[in-house]
């Protein structure tokens, strides 16, 4: 079965600082990859997905499949950067979601 | 476009009662979805739905119900509630099964007592 983990519960960094949330799936087949986000009292909304490889708010993701990692970076975090962020796996050709436990991040003044 | 939109916001049951959620999109998006979350957990999928008249079973289907009657709605269905279902429960849709960005809900705060 799918499965998605997110090791940190919680990660605080200090504004300016490198931020990495860490995302490591397990599936056999060719999955897609999201980074999920919710800011306080916002709705979830989608982050980045690894097939458009772009960049959204600072943000960056690398699918490495040898390591079955997705982790999501930013070279210098803001304060508005924190927020809850979820991995998640979807099989492709499928519409089975799969989303890791979630990361809090926060980022210090 | 007021989204997805789901109601109640909260509501407290007790065991052995039966609710629906009520989840709403005025996209036009074919695939719609339901989750639940866990405290600490990630959310999982229950039912989700390609259009209408079509549903199917995600992670954790038992003891929960769909339809899709209209492309606008996808109520859950909870006939014997039970304290193992307390949790919120959010909805999501995406307009195709390729173009995958998921418009989440508000969600809704269940408790069973």
């Known amino acids: 079965a799918q499965r998605v983990t997110q090791p940190e519960k919680l990660l605080s960094v200090f504004k300016g600082a490198p931020v990495e949330l860490k995302c490591n799936y397990s599936y056999s087949g060719s999955p897609e990859l999201f980074w999920y986000v919710q800011y306080s009292r916002q709705r979830l909304q989608l982050l980045l997905r690894?097939?458009s490889r772009e960049s959204i708010k600072g943000f960056t993701a690398d699918l490495n499949k040898g390591e079955t990692s997705f982790h999501l970076k930013k070279p210098f975090a803001q304060e508005e950067d924190s927020a809850m962020y979820y991995c998640a796996l979807r099989e492709l050709r499928g519409q089975n979601f799969v989303f890791g436990p979630g990361t809090r991040l926060s980022v210090l003044p | 476009n007021a989204g997805v939109t789901q109601t109640p916001k909260f509501r407290i049951l007790k065991i052995g009662q039966s609710m629906t959620l009520q989840c709403t999109q005025d996209?036009?998006?074919?695939?719609m979805y339901w989750y639940r979350q866990d405290p600490g957990m990630g959310l999982k999928l229950i039912y989700y739905s390609v259009g209408a008249g079509i549903t199917d079973k995600g992670e954790v289907p038992n003891g929960y119900n769909v339809s899709r009657s209209t492309t606008e709605d996808f109520p859950l269905r909870l006939e014997l509630a039970a304290p193992s279902q307390t949790s919120v429960y959010f909805c999501?849709?995406?307009?195709?099964?390729?173009?995958?960005?998921?418009?989440f809900g508000p969600g809704t705060r269940l408790t069973v007592l």
């Open positions: 999501a849709s995406s307009y195709s099964g390729t173009d995958n960005e998921q418009f």
């Open positions: 996209m036009n998006h074919n695939y």
């Open positions: 690894h097939i």
